[in-house]
């Protein structure tokens, strides 16, 4: 993943969502549920030669997307499939989690370069 950077998403602008802080939304559920889901988007160019998909791929690949998952502790809330299969150069996603820490550390990675390394028998996750 190289040139992260942060989504603003059309559907931010409905009444389900609360902007709390820059990049970062407050998703309202039905007013029964006590859980709050802060949510955000990112918009990256995928790198096929780190095993990553095809920018025309209507996909994002599994890796690194399940290991920045583990990293920040948040999860995949949208995955935009009209504008990763519509946009043939950039991939889309929005992570989500309970806790807006989780997703103030993720925005971390905005600017950033994300990838997958083989280092001996292990896979590591790096952040450039």
Same mark, same amino acid.
């Given at each position: 993943?190289?040139?992260?950077?942060?989504?603003?998403?059309?559907?931010?602008?409905?009444?389900?969502?609360?902007?709390?802080?820059?990049?970062i939304y407050?998703?309202?559920?039905?007013?029964?549920?006590?859980?709050?889901?802060?949510?955000?988007?990112?918009?990256?160019?995928?790198?096929?030669?780190?095993?990553?998909?095809?920018?025309?791929?209507?996909?994002?690949?599994?890796?690194?997307?399940?290991?920045?998952?583990?990293?920040?502790?948040?999860?995949?809330?949208?995955?935009?499939?009209?504008?990763? =299969?519509?946009?043939?150069?950039?991939?889309y996603v929005?992570?989500?989690? =309970?806790?807006?820490?989780?997703?103030?550390?993720?925005?971390?990675?905005?600017?950033?370069?994300?990838?997958?390394?083989?280092?001996? =028998?292990?896979v590591y996750?790096?952040?450039?």
């Open positions: 993943m190289k040139n992260i950077r942060f989504y603003e998403a059309e559907k931010y602008n409905s009444d389900d969502y609360e902007k709390v802080e820059d990049m407050m998703l309202h559920h039905d007013p029964s549920e006590q859980n709050i889901i802060y949510v955000t988007s990112i918009i990256f160019e995928p790198e096929p030669e780190l095993e990553e998909n095809e920018p025309s791929d209507p996909y994002v690949s599994q890796y690194p997307l399940e290991d920045i998952l583990d990293e920040f502790f948040v999860y995949c809330n949208d995955m935009y499939e009209k504008e990763n =299969e519509s946009d043939k150069n950039h991939s929005e992570f989500a989690s =309970e806790k807006i820490d989780d997703i103030k550390k993720l925005l971390s990675i905005i600017g950033k370069h994300v990838y997958d390394k083989l280092e001996g =028998e292990y996750l790096k952040i450039e």
